[in-house]
């Protein structure tokens, strides 16, 4: 982990997404992909599941000019990087939030049907599994500004519930459930900072198919949930509060919500061909001399911090 300082540069980024595991995060990037002509970047660590520190970003930003027509890197994107604190690396920093139960049992199927990384013969399993891991209450954990004890004791995913500041301007947080909704509201949020982005998409990306028959995910889950739950759903209760209030300050947002679905709908029809990096060409920071690697065959995994 790089040391922590107090010099303040401006803002590189205007928009970090910090892409929680199984939350629709595949939807966005597509959007950001698109609506920044393939700039985005793609940043994670070396080692799966570890946090990356938002320092590292930030210095290799500003060691290396941005690729979009500007000069600068528009957006970045990372399923590991601890939120900055306000003002730093990013003008708005976004995330979404999916109903705890319903996002742990798309990320059993996903490690069952996709993966094959779960050895779990149930769903029921795989949330007893989880309890007293770093996977419980992930959602918290991802959202949660890291100190530096934090780091030691946790590798940089202790549950920090009580520093995650949903009011502050710079910070988005919207909902799986809500998903057009929140776009609406980030984008604008990004209107009002002047560097306005087109979030729409043609169709959600990245669904795993919903298997069929028992499709292991029998048993009763719910005698271990509370253990590994309980604070992303007060999380998800008090984003949806203030995903509300953020609603409520729009002026027109129904014709706003109405027109992005609009958007949506022609990009089904137009099918633009839009191009998802894949793992070789994300950018892996490590707080190793030399700051970044390339990219390994094997990219870090969110399902294993």
Known sequence: MVGWRSSKPRPLLTLLHLHGFKCAGSTLIWALEHSTRGTLLQVESPGPGDRLDWHLLEQHLAAHPGI?????????????????????????????????LARILSAYRFQREVQHSTSASSFADYVNGLVRTSLAN???????????????????????????????????????????????????????????????????????ARPSGSNGASGDPMAQALFVTELDLSLHERAEAQLNRRIAAIEGFPARLAAFRERCGRLAEQRPAVRLKPRSE??????????????????????RP
């Not at 601890?82 to 705890?100: I, N, Q």
């Not at 918290?140 to 500041?165: F, K, N, V």
């Open 68 to 100: 979009s027509e500007d000069g600068r890197t528009t957006a970045a994107s990372s399923h590991l990087i601890t939120l900055p604190p306000p003002g730093r690396l990013a003008r708005l920093h976004v995330a979404l939030l999916r109903r705890p």
């Open 138 to 208: 992930y959602q918290t954990r991802h959202l949660s500004p890291q100190e530096p004890i934090d780091w030691q004791r946790r590798r940089g995913w202790a549950a920090r519930p009580e520093l995650i500041d949903l009011e502050r301007p710079d910070l988005v947080v919207g909902l799986v459930e809500r998903y057009d909704e929140s776009m609406v509201v980030i984008e604008h949020a990004l209107e009002a900072l002047g560097q306005p982005l087109d979030l729409a998409y043609p169709e959600p990306q990245n669904r795993s």
């Open 282 to 303: 994300w950018l892996l920071l490590s707080p190793t001399p030399g700051g970044s690697v390339p990219a390994a065959d094997s990219a870090p995994s969110a399902a």
